[in-house]
């Protein structure tokens, strides 16, 4: 249902779309009936990072292609303690209402419809949520990506309040996903100087090698004089 193209360039992006509501809507003008589609997408790359957006357009190909773009443009970096989130958290939207409380290691996604699908391609495996509020799909959503997008990372509140981590919470807090993109990234940035380095030393154990192995000229004998017959 999504063009090559866009669907070429969430590949290249590593990125997942989920399409969580398709919403037909009729209007009637003076020319006859007018049909439209209301989409509800997610996107995410399994790895912290997630979007949500809206799509509308005539048909449905159309309003999924422009709910994926919008969701592009709107994905933030949810903060992880481990692979769950870092404290309990509350959004309310409309008259839905969602709630997400952090899991122990091994509980998995207790949660369903809209929620889950948002909170699965999040990168996020182990977490508890309910819905105390509004069964609207769209609104429960939007409800979800407004308590992911108010996490806060410990270590900036640790930062703001002049300590530490270790002192605030008791215990040390690793993301994950945030630590594998750190490493990515000093492995990116210091290569080339290594490489180079290793690519001399390289050629000069080639150099000595090849010296080595060439043949040594032969030393010639001296000729002896000859002795003169008497």
Avoid: W
Avoid at 56 to 72: L, W
Avoid at 99 to 104: D, I, T, W
Avoid at 165 to 191: F, N
């Amino acid at each position: 249902m999504v063009t090559t193209a866009e669907r070429e360039r969430l590949e290249a992006e590593e990125l997942e779309d989920r399409v969580i509501r398709i919403d037909r809507t009729r209007k009637t003008v003076a020319g006859g009936r007018l049909s439209s589609a209301r989409v509800v997408v997610a996107v995410g790359d399994n790895k912290g990072r997630v979007g949500l957006g809206i799509g509308k357009a005539r048909n449905v190909p159309e309003a999924i292609a422009k709910g994926i773009r919008k969701a592009r443009k709107t994905m933030i970096r949810i903060p992880l303690d481990g692979y769950t989130i870092p404290h309990v958290v509350q959004a309310k939207v409309g008259g839905a209402v969602i709630l997400l409380k952090p899991a122990s290691r091994g509980t998995g996604v207790i949660a369903g419809g809209a929620v889950r699908q948002l909170i699965e391609i999040s990168g996020i495996r182990d977490v508890l949520t309910k819905s105390l509020g509004s069964g609207n799909v769209m609104n429960r959503a939007k409800a979800c990506f407004k308590a992911l997008s108010e996490l806060r990372d410990p270590r900036h509140v640790a930062q703001q309040r002049d300590t530490t981590v270790q002192a605030m919470m008791g215990r040390e807090i690793v993301d994950p996903y945030a630590q594998l993109e750190e490493e990515v990234e000093a492995a990116e940035e210091a290569p080339p100087e290594q490489e180079a380095g290793e690519a001399v030393a390289e050629e000069v154990t080639v150099e000595v090698v090849a010296a080595e192995l060439e043949p040594k000229d032969e030393l010639e004998e001296p000729e002896e004089p000859e002795q003169s017959k008497e």
